[in-house]
């Protein structure tokens, strides 16, 4: 399975990078819809069959129907219980949804059936760590490093896990070595170039981004984690051009325009940069940094009266996502 990274907020007026996937590839949408409708076709002519149904499931994980696949990979599993794959499947499409344990036991069944596939650890660690148990998925990519020394996705998926326990020179060396492995590893160089700016090494973390861009000029992230970069490099025309070309490629993220309307606030150009807040609060009225970060424009400018205001919704939104995690108080 491919590596998928993370998202990360850039807090008002200071520095902190986005970590993304890859735009979905839709190209062979079609193909995995034609591919679905010969299962279903083969499942008609034989209701027992498990292979018809872990396949079916497996092209509606690749087309994101994680609860088909679920229901599809269930179907599989009581046919024939030692089917690995349709473990696995399963496993994923539980992870995609947010449901970690259900899925770790799935992917942990997966290895117990075929304990010397890379893929089967490499996938329970991406489980893992998106759960939050870094120190487990580290334990399971260096089983599937051992397994598979040339495996480029694990070296990446290691180097994130890394970053996210803080070893920042692990990471990288990871990081490079997945790059070593796979020249054309996009994800890699982004990666890399999210910890080299964690480091303050600008230059090393721009130069990765240049490359990711190279390999793919619609990655939109990169734009815009290179216009923070260039913002750092006290470039403010080439990071204006880096956020202005994400948004042109993404206009739905509102990080993209709280990003921008920082650029803009440190040339003094308020108006812009309080336009570019309110588009980000219309994508995300939810997010109390927002207000916060327009609050401090409404300062600037004077206006004391729609400051007040959006530091009073800061602080309830704030306040609001606290109770939210603890109920119980």
């Avoid at 990169?222 to 216009?227: E, H, K, L």
């Amino acid at each position: 399975m491919k590596n998928f990274p993370f998202i990360l907020i850039w807090a008002v007026f200071s520095g902190n990078l986005m970590a993304q996937k890859l735009p979905v590839d839709t190209s062979n949408f079609q193909y995995l819809r034609n591919r679905i409708k010969e299962q279903t076709l083969y499942i008609q002519g034989d209701s027992t069959n498990s292979v018809y149904y872990l396949g079916r499931g497996y092209y509606k994980l690749q087309l994101q129907d994680y609860k088909g696949c679920i229901e599809d990979e269930t179907t599989a599993i009581r046919l024939s219980p030692e089917s690995i794959n349709a473990y696995s499947n399963r496993g994923m499409a539980l992870c995609f949804m947010g449901n970690y344990e259900p899925a770790i036991r799935d992917l942990s069944m997966a290895i117990r059936l075929q304990p010397h596939d890379a893929m089967y650890y490499l996938n329970r660690a991406y489980a893992e760590d998106e759960y939050g148990q870094q120190k487990a998925a580290i334990a399971d990519l260096d089983k599937a490093i051992q397994l598979r020394p040339d495996y480029a996705k694990a070296f990446c998926n290691r180097g994130m896990a890394k970053k996210k326990s803080g070893d920042f020179p692990g990471s990288i060396l990871d990081y490079t070595r997945a790059i070593q492995l796979n020249p054309e590893y996009v994800e890699a160089y982004y990666d890399r170039g999210m910890t080299e700016d964690t480091l303050r090494d600008y230059k090393a973390s721009l130069a990765d981004y240049n490359k990711a861009l190279e390999l793919a000029p619609g990655f939109s992230p990169a734009y815009a984690n290179r216009g923070i970069v260039r913002r750092e490099l006290k470039d403010p025309d080439g990071a204006l051009a880096d956020l202005n070309k994400a948004i042109e490629i993404d206009a739905n993220l509102p990080n993209y325009y709280m990003n921008r309307a920082l650029l803009y606030a440190d040339r003094k150009k308020y108006a812009e940069a309080i336009e570019d807040y309110n588009q980000a609060i219309r994508l995300d009225p939810g997010n109390p940094a927002l207000y916060k970060g327009r609050s401090n424009l409404y300062t600037v400018t004077g206006d004391t009266e729609k400051a007040k205001n959006d530091a009073r919704k800061a602080t309830e939104l704030t306040n609001a996502t606290s109770r939210a995690g603890h109920p119980g108080k």
